[in-house]
C-alpha cells in the first residue's frame, strides 16, 4: 500500500469518527435533560405508603375493605408509578412480616373500629406508637375513626378527633358535602358533592384545636341541620400528618370522583407528598 493510500484511510477513518460522535451527542443531550429519577423501588427517597383493610362485614358492597383500598392502591400506582411511590396493601389488617411496617410514610387503616380495628391488638398497637412518634402519618376511614377501647387520647393526637361511642352519631343519609378549608391542600380539584354515605358526625375533637383543620363538612341531622365536620386533618407537633374522614359506608361510593379525590390527596398529604393542583388524578368508574 503505498504512503498517499494510508494517508487517504486514516482521513477517512478520523471522518468516521467524527460523525459517530455527533451522531451520539443528541441522544447524551436528551439523557442529560431527563429529570433525576425519584429513587429506586425501597429507597428511602421514596414514600411508602402502607394499607390496613379489615375483613368485610356488613354484607354485599358494604364496609368492603379490602376492596376500597384496592382502588387507592390502584389509583396511586396509576397517578406517580413505581419509581414514585411504594404502595402495599395488606387485606389481613396487618403484614405477616411486621418488618414491612418499617419505613413507613402513611399508614392508611379501613376497617371495623373498638376492639375489631386493624391496631386493636397490642403487638400493633406498639409498632404504631413507634411510627407515630418518628412522624409517620395516619388516617382512618369510616369505622375505622372508632379507635380501640382505652387508645382514645392517643388516636385524638395522631387523627385530630375520632368517633367516641354515646357521643357521636351514625345515621345513613343523602347530603351534599363541601370543602371546608379551600386554602389546604387536602382541598385541591374536587368541589360539592351529593352522596348517600353513613357520615358519622359530632366527632369528638380535642376542644380549638389551631393545629386541626376541617376538610369536608355537611349540614346534619337533616331535622335539626347544622355544620358538621365529616373529614379533618391535623398536623402534628413532631411533624407527622393525621386525617380522619367518617364516610365509606358504600362501595360505590368510591367510583364518585371528588370523593375519591379527597381521600387520594389526603393519602399523598400524610405522606409528606405535594398534592397537585388538581388533585391526584385518577380514573376509576370514570365519573
Not at 423501588?41 to 375493605?65: F, M, N, T, Y
Not at 380495628?117 to 409517620?136: D, I, N, S
Not at 380549638?208 to 341531622?221: E, S
Not at 367510583?255 to 398529604?269: C, D, E, G, H, Q
Request: net charge positive; charged share 20%; hydrophobic share 40%.
Amino acid at each position: 500500500m503505498q504512503h498517499s493510500d494510508i494517508g487517504k484511510l486514516v482521513s477517512l477513518l478520523i471522518l468516521a469518527a467524527g460523525a459517530m460522535a455527533c451522531a451520539a451527542a443528541p441522544g447524551q443531550a436528551r439523557a442529560q435533560a431527563r429529570p433525576a429519577p425519584a429513587g429506586k423501588k425501597g429507597d428511602k427517597k421514596v414514600p411508602k405508603i402502607i394499607l390496613l383493610a379489615g375483613a368485610k362485614s356488613h354484607g354485599k358492597g358494604i364496609h368492603d375493605h379490602p376492596g376500597g383500598l384496592a382502588v387507592l392502591k390502584q389509583s396511586l400506582e396509576e397517578a406517580y408509578g413505581d419509581a414514585q411511590v411504594t404502595v402495599e396493601l395488606y387485606e389481613k389488617g396487618w403484614p405477616d412480616d411486621p418488618a414491612a411496617m418499617n419505613g413507613a410514610s402513611t399508614i392508611v387503616v379501613f376497617s371495623d373500629g373498638w376492639d375489631k380495628h386493624c391496631l386493636a391488638k397490642p403487638e400493633r398497637l406498639a409498632a404504631v406508637r413507634k411510627l407515630m412518634a418518628g412522624g409517620t402519618g395516619l388516617i382512618c376511614l369510616h369505622f375505622a375513626v372508632a379507635p380501640p377501647k382505652g387508645t382514645e387520647a392517643e388516636f385524638l393526637t395522631w387523627l385530630g378527633g375520632y368517633y367516641e361511642d354515646g357521643y357521636s352519631k351514625n345515621p345513613v343519609n343523602t347530603v351534599e358535602t363541601s370543602p371546608a378549608s379551600p386554602n389546604h391542600p387536602i382541598c385541591r380539584g374536587w368541589k360539592a358533592f351529593t352522596a348517600k354515605d353513613e357520615y358519622y358526625y359530632q366527632i369528638r375533637f380535642g376542644g380549638d384545636d389551631k393545629r386541626v383543620a376541617p376538610i369536608m363538612t355537611a349540614m346534619l341531622p337533616k331535622d335539626k341541620p347544622k355544620k358538621e365536620t365529616i373529614a379533618w386533618a391535623v398536623q402534628r407537633k413532631n411533624g407527622g400528618r393525621g386525617f380522619g374522614f367518617t364516610g365509606g359506608h358504600f362501595h360505590a361510593n368510591w367510583k364518585i370522583k371528588p370523593f375519591r379525590t379527597m381521600v387520594l390527596n389526603a393519602i399523598v398529604w400524610t405522606a409528606g407528598m405535594e398534592v397537585p393542583p388538581n388533585g391526584v388524578p385518577s380514573t376509576y368508574g370514570q365519573q
